[in-house]
Structures are given as structure tokens and as C-alpha cells.
């Protein structure tokens, strides 16, 4: 019974992190597109590739400048809850073509400009966000280029981070568990 309530009590401090989408490119089935919008995403502004060489995982991964001479904008849409923070994982190469590359990526309200010389090699990256407000936030990749040679993107996570240290209302649910814990030790020692 002790055991039971516990976990009941409990419970939703340990809740853990959620997959809000995540993508690898592989549901483009040709394994070579030029100038093309990867499936669930919007490229604006210019054009991405999806390609078969230097991805992370699978066959197919995302040249972000695309092979119009204009860098595209490749971006998505997730929602999103007030207060819960998200975590966006994801992996960078070089094109291995003999160019320095620059790409920004924009994470809901968060900015990171990542520099990505030639020599650099498939690196996994983790951005944080968390919203003040509930509704819809944008992931996006720019590569600064426009040489038709662009930074590969593969393996795209979005996800609701781990349950860590409990925030301010779970501390009340915490401190009542164990409360409760209390008072039937106690009806147990006494009675």
C-alpha cells in the first residue's frame, strides 16, 4: 500500500523527455533531389539539396544551399508549452568540397551561428529553449552561403526535456508524498 501511494504521489516528477518530431530524411525517396522542400518542412528564400553522401545516419541527409546559387531557409514548425523547456539535437558536416560554411540556426527565441570550416567533421549539436507562452515556435537552418555548396544536415530531434530537478509547483507534490509517507509510517510505528 506504502509503496503504491508513493508511486501515485510521485509520479509526475518522473516523467521524462518526449519526442515532439524528429527526422533523418529518409522519407524522401529519391536519394539524390536538387532544389527540393523535404517532407514536413518549408524552405524559403532559396533552395536545399537532399543528398546521399557525408550523412549521418541512413542514405539521405540535407545540403542547406541548394543548387539554385540561393541558400535556402530550411525551417519547421512544433508546438509548444509555456514553461517546458525543449531541446533541439541535431548533426552539422562539411560538404568535404573544399568550402567554409556558416550556418544559423534559429530554435524558437534562441540564435546559434555556427561556424563550419572545411576540415570540420560530422558534430552532433544541442540548443534549449523554453517558451514563455504557449502556441507554435520554428526550428530553422540557414547556411550563410550561396555557392550551391552548403553544410549537410542530418538527424533533426525536437524534444521536451528530461524531468530534472522539479519546478516550484512539483515541490509541493513532492513535499505531500512524502508527508503522506509520514503519517502512515507513523500510523504503523503506533498503531
Known amino acids: 500500500m506504502n509503496k503504491i501511494l508513493m508511486l501515485v504521489l510521485c509520479a509526475p516528477l518522473m516523467a521524462g ?55 535556402g531557409t530550411l525551417s519547421r514548425d512544433f508546438a509548444v508549452t509555456a514553461g517546458q523547456a525543449d531541446v533541439l539535437t541535431f548533426w552539422l558536416n562539411n560538404s568535404n568540397r573544399g568550402t567554409d560554411e556558416n550556418v ?21 549539436f544541442t540548443l534549449n529553449f523554453t517558451p514563455l507562452a504557449s502556441g507554435t515556435a520554428t526550428v530553422s537552418f540557414h ?13 533533426v530531434t525536437v524534444a521536451t526535456a528530461a524531468a530534472g530537478v522539479p519546478e516550484p509547483a512539483s515541490w509541493v507534490l513532492f513535499a505531500s508524498a512524502f508527508a503522506a509517507i509520514a503519517f502512515l509510517r507513523s500510523r504503523r510505528v503506533n498503531g
Open 143 to 155: 547556411n550563410l552561403g550561396g555557392d550551391n555548396i552548403g553544410a549537410l544536415l542530418d538527424d
Open 17 to 71: 523527455a518526449g519526442t515532439i518530431f524528429t527526422d533523418d530524411f529518409e522519407a524522401n525517396l529519391n536519394p539524390f533531389d536538387l532544389n527540393v522542400v523535404p517532407i514536413g518542412w518549408t524552405v524559403n528564400a532559396g533552395t536545399v539539396d537532399v543528398i546521399s553522401f557525408g550523412c549521418h545516419s541512413g542514405a539521405r541527409c540535407v545540403d542547406l544551399d541548394g543548387s539554385s546559387g540561393q541558400a
Open 104 to 124: 544559423d540556426v534559429v530554435f524558437g527565441t534562441t540564435l546559434l551561428s555556427i561556424p563550419v570550416p572545411s576540415t570540420m567533421p560530422l558534430t552532433q
